[in-house]
């Protein structure tokens, strides 16, 4: 594995920390465990922290991550999805978001952490 994946329950969402090396695997590992704690905690929004993260797999690789989704219907167990990037990650992120809410995907990038938790908790 290349993260490493910390989950805190909060009074409606999960807040997931995520460090390590960003590539399209990784992601697509990461996007099912987020999905897989979904399900077990019976919570349906999550903020997901990858501040942490580094390296960009690049645009192909976030269009195909976004197919997945769709195809996994992420969207049925993941009703609010937030993204909490840096700032300079921030162009990269708001690719993955359009790509993701095209397929239907609630999901939105953030580099303000205060924005980003009143968002998913709303």
């Not at 997931?16 to 349906?44: F, M, P, R, W, Y």
């Not at 501040?51 to 690049?58: D, E, I, V």
């Not at 993955?96 to 908790?121: C, M, P």
Request: glycine letters at 8%; hydrophobic letters at 40%.
């Amino acid at each position: 594995m290349g993260y490493k994946l910390d989950i805190a329950k909060k009074s409606n969402y999960l807040y997931v920390t995520v460090s390590g090396i960003q590539t399209l695997d990784n992601n697509i590992k990461l996007a099912e465990d987020c999905v897989a704690a979904c399900k077990k905690h019976g919570i349906s929004r999550v903020l997901m922290d990858i501040r942490g993260l580094s390296g960009q797999p690049g645009t192909v690789a976030d269009y195909e991550l976004a197919k997945l989704l769709t195809v996994w219907q992420a969207g049925k167990t993941v009703s609010h999805a937030a993204l909490l990037e840096n700032g300079s990650d921030l162009p990269a992120g708001r690719f993955f978001e359009t790509a993701a809410r095209n397929r239907g995907i609630n999901l939105y990038v953030f580099s303000d952490q205060k924005k980003a938790e009143e968002w998913v908790s709303a």
